[in-house]
Structures are given as C-alpha cells and as structure tokens.
Nanobody, 118 residues
Framework: QVRLQESGPGLVKPSQTLSLTCTVS??????????WSWIRQPPGKGLEWIGYISYNGNTYYSPSLKSRTSISRETSKNQFTLELSSVTPEDTALYYC??????????WGQGTQVTVSS
C-alpha cells in the first residue's frame, strides 16, 4: 500500500521560504512512469496544482508559481521536497503531496496546514 506523508513547519513568515517534505512508503519515487506532485488548497478556494518531480527527476511547475517554486528529491530517503520562496499570506493553504499516474492523483497525503503570518 502506497502512503505519502507531508511534513514541515506550519507557520512561515512573509518573504521567507516555505519548505515541505513528502515521505513515500510502499513505492519508490523512481518507479516508471509516475509523477510526484504538490497540490494546495487555500481556505475557501479550490485545489491548485503546484508542480511535480517525475520518476526520472524532471520537474514541471505551474506557470503562475514557477518563478518561486522548486521541487527536489532525495532518492535514498524516498522523499521529495517543495520549496516556495517569497511567500505572502496568499500562500496560506492546506498543502498535499500526491502520486500521479494514468489513473490521476492517487494516493494523496493527509495534507499539512501552512500559515503565512508575521
């Protein structure tokens, strides 16, 4: 059974960098041909896809967040990490990591709340 678990600070100050890690169990993040995504949901709004890192290490980001986003991985730990720089209160959201394949996004992590506030 594949499981994903997000971790990271729940409070980030404006202008700082948000950093979250997703730890995967039950599958390898290098398994062909899956993509490992970050998705967020601001309060009262819909889901927003942030970006992914692929099984072979390629990355692709949402155009609206590309300039501030970096996704990397640590294969020895079976983890991938999101960094979002220069955060503002508009980046406050529930952040999820998820596995993406032919069947869409599944499974998802339980999500972690990040609040941007001074």
């Amino acid at each position: 059974q594949v499981r994903l678990q997000e971790s990271g600070p729940g409070l980030v100050k404006p202008s700082q960098t948000l950093s979250l890690t997703c730890t995967v169990s039950g599958d390898s993040i290098t398994s062909n041909y899956y993509y490992w995504s970050w998705i967020r949901q601001p309060p009262g709004k819909g889901l927003e896809w942030i970006g992914y890192i692929s099984y072979n290490g390629n990355t692709y980001y949402s155009p609206s967040l590309k300039s501030r986003t970096s996704i990397s991985r640590e294969t020895s730990k079976n983890q991938f990490t999101l960094e979002l720089s220069s955060v503002t209160p508009e980046d406050t959201a529930l952040y999820y990591c998820a596995k993406e394949g032919d069947q869409g996004f599944a499974p998802w992590g339980q999500g972690t709340q990040v609040t941007v506030s001074s």
